[in-house]
């Protein structure tokens, strides 16, 4: 079966810290893999997507990036966090229309 | 191209019937159901992909309008496990496959 792994669970980080949020799929082979952000109060956001390994699309232009140096895994990175980076950042992975997330990472910057 | 979801929030008795709205401005390839609870990851309720669809069961079912611009949730004889946020997800004709595109979310509480 088909399982998704997001670590870490909880973290804070001073601004100005780097970021780097990983995403695993197992059980499933090219699959097309998302990371959305929730903020506060507010639905969800695309941030990135990929379709293969080094294939990345931007939905939102802002100071985070996104990697995928192999098949099953996916990486959000950001050089320098802000204080609006804040909330909490789902992996998904997609088969035919349908979504699977990971557990996801409330991220506080302080 | 952000689907349009009523109501924002709406609060039950146990036992007490509730509709969700999920609109779009364009025609829709498919319409995604999500519920999550607070500080979890989105559960995945039920995908529509054809106009004038209908499914689901008795508790929890949705539909989607013949023009695929528009999608209801029902949820019927609540119970507190209903409670939490609801979102559609929207693909669009032309779309990358799994692109959802998420509403703001509906915040449902049901009381005993």
């Known amino acids: 079966s088909q399982t998704i792994h997001q670590w870490p669970a909880t973290l804070v980080q001073p601004v100005g810290s780097p970021l780097s949020l990983e995403c695993t799929v197992e059980?499933?082979?090219?699959?097309?893999l998302y990371w959305y952000r929730q903020a506060a109060g507010r639905g969800l956001q695309l941030l990135f997507y990929s379709v293969g390994i080094g294939q990345i699309s931007s939905e939102v232009p802002q100071n985070l990036s996104a990697s995928r140096p192999q098949d099953r895994q996916f990486i959000l990175s950001s050089k320098k966090l802000l204080l609006s980076d804040s909330g909490f950042y789902l992996c998904a992975w997609s088969w035919e229309g349908e979504a699977f997330f990971g557990q996801g990472t409330r991220l506080t910057v302080v | 191209q952000q689907p349009v979801q009523s109501p924002q929030a709406v609060i039950l008795r146990e036992g007490e019937d509730a509709v969700i709205n999920c609109s779009s401005s364009k025609a829709l390839y498919s319409v995604h159901w999500y519920r999550q609870k607070h500080g979890e990851a989105p559960v995945f309720l039920m995908i529509l992909l054809k106009g004038g669809e209908q499914k689901g069961h008795e508790k929890i079912s949705a539909s989607f309008n013949e023009k695929k611009q528009q999608s209801s949730l029902y949820l019927t004889a609540s119970q507190l496990s209903y409670s939490g946020t609801y979102f559609c997800?929207?693909?669009?004709?032309?779309?990358?496959?799994?692109?959802?595109?998420f509403g703001k979310g509906t915040k449902l509480s049901v009381k005993p």
């Open positions: 059980g499933t082979s090219n699959p097309n």
């Open positions: 997800g929207t693909e669009i004709y032309g779309g990358s496959q799994g692109n959802l595109i």
